[in-house]
């Protein structure tokens, strides 16, 4: 923190209840006391436990108040500061401990008053006691509303940048989402739909079965709970709200559908105030409401952002000139090794056409301008799945800390629900652009914070098993919208997340690390031991040719890299940059391989400080946490009874001046063992951050046995089928 000196504006302070009765000589004499300083952008400047005991003033700039879901281990904005604004005020009276973080989202001037300071500013003015008991009264009044409000329902609005497609179209997507989310959070859904003439609009659009309307509440004493609640809360908005109209349905399984029309607008208030009171209202009754705001700009819908809303915005790329075909450049560039796996005669490709990356370039330029929570905006990329986005991953990169979806219109005759493809996908981005299904799927896991993460620990040649344990769950349909990797768990994640199906992955991992052997072995990659034992070139080739210019931030499933600092002892999880740099330096065991420079930090091996890194994905927002550990309980390879070399070693080793060369295990097992104890130790601290555990019987195979690629890959197989049905029930469980 750099310290500065400000006059204080005593104007600011008068706002402060503690202060409210104070004289303007007192007021004075206080802001005196304070000291000022700034705080650069992202900076922390209170924490959850922390003695606080300072009132802080904002004079420029703003900062973010938050707190950590205990249950999901989630970030949760409370609110956001700005000039004129104050906190802190509780630790100041009571003296706990800090109960929210708050962090600067600007760079940001404070003015705070030290407890010491204040306590006797009291003792010398009592009539601030009295502004204490004000202030105290009004905190345990706003906590019991929180309280009450951390119970409404959660409210996604959706609206589109522009409309290229029919109404109908964008309304009927609006339907597959809520029957998808429905069946995903397990809870009833109410779809919001304001229109200028509900009866034309129903009929065409939510009843294209010709399902007759619902009948009054009145007709029907039968109605679920929940119906009628909603049903006489749309009464009483329609007394109190005049020249508003309201219709409540029952259309889907799970959703309910309410149609409003202001037929007079002239005499509601401007803006989205009337839509916002009736949202308030039905927030008691339903978990989740989808608000279509198709017809109104993204720019209005975001000036109505309200803190705890999400946003939906969907972005039509369905006509012919939003794409163009792609060329073999671009298609080796954003397929997975794309030079080994060359599109069938006649397919085609396609890519985003110049105006469309400049018109994804401006949406995203208004969101870093002017949308508060990055994580609470869901890109919808709407296209026909015979014209999959091959540059899927381009897209992500244009919208950094939003999530991003394809949303096929329809499916290719060859990729229909239920049937295998005719020619697996070469790329996940093709994958979810021609499955409807599957996208919906993970859309609705999406908004519902409902999200699968996979962790994959390490341990070597033993970490191959992961690569089982994801082809059998992608086999059986398992979901899985996060990964994280440490050590050689990260190499598997960064395969998979980057693009590959699973069976190229299988392929793929065989032709790059089978051949590999005991690179111990390898004379000519031994180092001159100062910093490392090793130079790895044989692993840093296959990492550079497997992994070539991916960057983490534009896998189509979301990749976190664990490393361990050792500059600062901290664990450092890299969601940005070079792919196969972060994997290299996740998998730099100590002693052997050398650091890896990323900024200002020096890095090594992930294992070091979390093995299997579960808890990540569950401060990354995953709701189910999948873990693969690797690790044995017993490790039999140190006494190298599995190692090919036994034979010439013990013969070298009757050989006197060899023999105490060869006793024990080599220093790559007594390393790798060592972090492995450390890591069972992390695993059964953490074990209740895991919702599955996966544990491969993978004791006899050697660490550095990556001749055993398909024995180990096996055994990471039949440790999925058996734990299928704990999974599934987790699944089923997965909601609120």
């Given amino acids: 923190m750099i310290r500065l000196r400000f006059p204080l504006v005593i104007e600011i302070l008068r706002n402060v209840s503690i202060f409210n009765e104070a004289s303007d000589e007192l007021l004075v004499h206080a802001s005196n006391l304070f000291f000022s300083f700034q705080v650069e952008r992202d900076e922390a400047i209170c924490r959850v436990g922390e003695l606080g005991r300072k009132l802080f003033i904002i004079r420029s700039g703003q900062v973010r108040i938050s707190i950590t879901d205990p249950g999901n281990g989630h970030e949760i904005t409370l609110n956001y500061l700005g000039p004129g604004d104050y906190f802190g005020e509780m630790s100041l009276l009571t003296g ?226 939003s794409q163009r075909p792609a060329t073999e450049e671009e298609y080796n560039r954003w397929v997975p090794e794309g030079n080994r796996y060359p599109p069938a005669r006649g397919e085609m490709n396609w890519v985003l056409s110049r105006t469309s990356l400049d018109r994804l370039q401006h949406l995203a330029g208004k969101v870093r301008a002017g949308f508060p929570e990055k994580n609470r905006l869901h890109i919808l990329l709407l296209h026909h799945g015979t014209r999959p986005l091959l540059d899927l991953p381009l897209i992500k990169m244009t919208f950094l800390e939003a999530s991003v979806h394809p949303l096929p219109l329809d499916a290719p005759e060859n990729h229909r629900e239920n049937q295998p493809p005719v020619t697996p996908p070469v790329s996940t981005a093709i994958h979810l652009s021609r499955n409807p299904e599957r996208s919906l799927g993970r859309i609705a896991r999406d908004l519902g914070g409902r999200r699968v993460g996979l962790a994959l620990g390490g341990g070597g040649a033993r970490g191959l098993a992961h690569i089982g344990v994801i082809k059998v769950l992608e086999d059986e349909g398992i979901p899985l919208d996060l990964l994280a990797g440490s050590s050689f768990g ?65 896998c189509p499933i979301p990749v976190y890299v664990v490393c361990t600092d050792l500059i600062t002892g901290h664990e450092i999880v890299l969601d940005r940059g070079r792919l196969g740099k972060a994997i290299w330096a996740s998998g730099s065991l100590p002693g052997i391989f050398s650091p890896v420079r990323w900024g200002s930090h020096l890095l090594v091996d992930g294992a070091v400080l979390n093995k299997v890194p579960a808890r990540v994905l569950r401060e990354k927002g995953a709701d189910l946490i999948l873990a693969v550990n690797v690790t044995p309980e017993r490790d039999t390879g140190l006494e190298d009874s599995n190692n090919s070399s036994r034979h010439i070693k013990r013969w070298l080793s009757r050989i006197p001046a060899l023999e105490r060369f060869f006793q024990g295990p080599n220093i790559m097992r007594i390393l790798s063992r060592s972090l492995s104890i450390s890591g069972l130790h992390q695993s059964r601290i953490h074990s209740d951050t895991i919702d599955v555990e996966i544990k491969p019987h993978i004791e006899n195979f050697d660490f550095l046995r990556f001749d055993l690629y398909d024995q180990i890959v096996e055994a990471g197989m039949e440790a999925t089928r058996q734990a299928l049905p704990e999974i599934r029930a987790a699944l089923e469980n997965n909601h609120g």
């Fill in 96 to 321: 706990e401990p800090v109960s929210a973080n708050v962090t600067a989202t600007l760079p940001t001037t404070l003015s705070a008053l030290s407890g010491e300071d204040f306590n006797r500013l009291c003792e010398e003015n009592p009539i601030l006691y009295r502004g204490m008991s004000l202030t105290l009264s009004h905190r345990l009044r706003e906590t019991n509303l929180k309280r009450f409000e951390s119970r409404r329902g959660q409210i996604i609005r959706i609206t589109a940048d522009r409309l290229e497609s029919d109404l109908a179209v964008f309304y009927e997507q609006i339907r597959r989402i809520a029957l998808h989310f429905h069946a995903v959070v397990h809870n009833r859904i109410l779809v919001v739909i304001p229109v200028p003439d509900k009866a034309g609009f129903e009929e065409e659009i939510w009843l294209p079965q010709g399902i007759a309307p619902a009948k009054d509440a009145n007709e029907s004493p039968d109605l679920p709970d929940h119906l009628e609640q909603a049903q006489r809360l749309c009464s009483d908005l329609a007394d109190r709200m005049k020249g508003h109209s309201f219709y409540l349905a029952s259309r889907d399984p799970g959703v309910d559908v309410l149609f409003w029309s202001e037929t007079t607008p002239e005499s509601g208030a401007g803006g989205n105030q009337p839509l916002n009171e009736i949202l308030s209202c039905l927030r008691d009754v339903y978990r989740h409401l989808l608000v279509a705001q198709i017809t109104q700009t993204f720019d209005e819908v975001l000036a109505d952002f309200q803190p705890d809303d999400h946003v939906a915005l969907l972005i039509d790329l369905s006509s012919e000139a």
């Fill in 490 to 554: 990260s190499v598997v994640a960064a395969a998979y997340g980057v693009g590959r199906s699973a069976q190229r992955l299988v392929d793929d991992m065989r032709h790059h690390w089978k051949a590999l052997g005991n690179f111990l072995l390898d004379i000519l990659d031994y180092n001159i031991p100062r910093t490392a034992l090793l130079r790895g070139r044989k692993i840093r080739r296959m990492i550079e040719i497997a992994m070539a210019d991916e960057m983490i931030e534009e």
